[in-house]
Structure formats: structure tokens, C-alpha cells
């Protein structure tokens, strides 16, 4: 009876290890999403704008910068005059769903024709007044919203810092492709120069944005996200644009003079929704700049 024991003890019986990806397990699925990414997608460059009602204390609306992606997530900090280190975001649950239930719910225009920025909130805010969403009166006040000041970081209004021929922004491209601001380096050190009458923050910051141009592949395109809080609502509203072709709409957006492809507005008729919203808005900032996603399969094309 002991041998017929030890013989069918558990600690004996063989175990077959199974050492293969299982069809549709996770290391499978990211395998799979590796080889449907095309290496020739463009690197997408993420502004992240918030609706400020008393910029200046003067009661009029603002967008002002909140946060950007390149590759990685960076806020805007100390008191609007810096960014934050590179970090990876970190999603949750709630925000990730709400995300999916903008997308789903939501208005999604795809290949808009549409041409500068004023057309192009235009045509969402219509699709919005087609679908019952807002009336005409709420739909102006909102077009009106959508259509108030950009303030970019390290960015002073009437002062373009990436090229000084007109209101046109001068490029050249290096041997490897990526797109480069001065020509020569006497000429980015008159530049540099040139800031010498600015704050010294704000004087890094250009620097810093001057040397990210630099290191950009050259069809490198943008995405910028709006959200914020508009009181004649009775309803949250949220539209997903993509262009049919990218465009140049800087010094509007982004904060870099790349041409934008995608834009999602996320607004919200009380604060009560600032939290949701920061989430649903910085989830779809890192959908859009995951380089290895189901964005990039789904939206870029």
C-alpha cells in the first residue's frame, strides 16, 4: 500500500509544460500587432489643449497648453513655464472606457477635406447641430469657444520662432531626413540671440522645442486634443477629426510647426467633469502616440 502511494504521489505525476504562444495570448497578439505596423507610419506629435474662461483675469477664453507627447507624456508645470520630465502615461480603467465610449458614441469625422482650423471646427460643430446635439444659438457659442486664442508654451503671439520669412515656417532637411531649423550654426547662434530679451524660462523652452524640430523625422505629423468646460451645455459633446491630409494650421496647432492629421474635442457643460475629462483626453493622447497600438492600425492609414 506505501509503494502504491509514493508511486502515485502528486510530486511524481509528469507535467507537460506547454513552452509555445498560445494562439491569442498577449504575447501573440502584440507579435501580431508588430508585424501589421507598417515601419513607414509617421511619429505622431500630441498637443494637449485646456479651455482657461479667465485668462488674465480679463473673462475672456483661452486655450492654453496643458501637456504634449513625443513618444512620451510631459505636463505643463511651474506655472506655465516649463515641462515636465518625459514619463510614461498611466491609464485607468474608467478613462480608457470613457475613451471608447467617445469614439463609439461620439462624432468620428474621417477624412475631412475641410482646410484651416476655423473650417474644421465648423464642420464638427454642424455634425454636432445635425445630430440634435446643440441648437443654433449653442452651436455659435461653442463654434466661438472652439475658435478662441492658442497659448502654446514657450510660444508670444505675433513672434514666430522657426523661421523668420514672413509668417511661413523655414525648414531643411538633414541627410537623414529629420527636419532641421538653422542651416548653419552661426546662424542658430544669432538666433539664440534674438531671445536674449525674453525670460530666461521661456528662452529654454524655445531652445528645447528648437532642438526636438531638429530630431523629428521629416513626416513626423500632429495631433492636438481640446477639452474643457462651455456652461451652455446640457450635454458633454465629443468629436474625433481625422484629415483627409495633414495640413499646416501652427502657429494655431500644435506648438510645433508639424502639420496636424488628428484632432479630438472633448467639452463638457459643468467642472464637475474636469476630472473625466482630463482622463478621456489623456488616454486618447497616449492612444495616439503608442507607435505599436490598435490607433495606428484603426486611424492611420
Known sequence: MVECAFKSSVCLTPVFIQTFAKLHGPVENVRRLVLLHPEDDPLIFTEMMTL???????????????????????????????????????????????????????????????????????????????????????????????????????????ENYFGKTGGHVRLVRGENGAAMYAENENEEEGDDQDLLHHPQPLRDVIKANRRIMKKLPSNTEGAAILTGCVACLDRPLSAFVRLRVAQKLYPILPDLPVPIRFIFLLLSPTENYHNERDSIARTMGAFIADEVGLFRLVFVC
Open 52 to 158: 482657461d474662461h479667465d485668462h488674465g483675469g480679463d473673462g475672456k477664453s483661452m486655450w492654453k497648453q496643458s501637456g504634449r507627447w513625443i513618444k512620451y507624456e510631459q505636463d505643463v508645470e511651474g506655472a506655465f513655464t516649463r515641462f515636465s520630465k518625459p514619463y510614461i502615461t498611466l491609464l485607468h480603467m474608467q478613462g480608457m472606457m470613457q475613451a471608447k465610449n467617445c469614439l463609439k458614441k461620439g462624432v468620428v469625422l474621417l477624412d475631412v477635406l475641410e482646410t484651416g482650423f476655423e473650417d474644421i471646427a465648423r464642420a464638427v460643430v454642424k455634425e454636432w447641430g445635425q445630430r440634435g446635439l446643440v441648437n443654433s444659438v449653442v452651436a455659435d457659442i461653442v463654434l466661438q469657444t472652439i475658435l478662441s486664442p492658442k497659448h502654446h508654451l514657450g510660444a508670444v503671439p505675433g
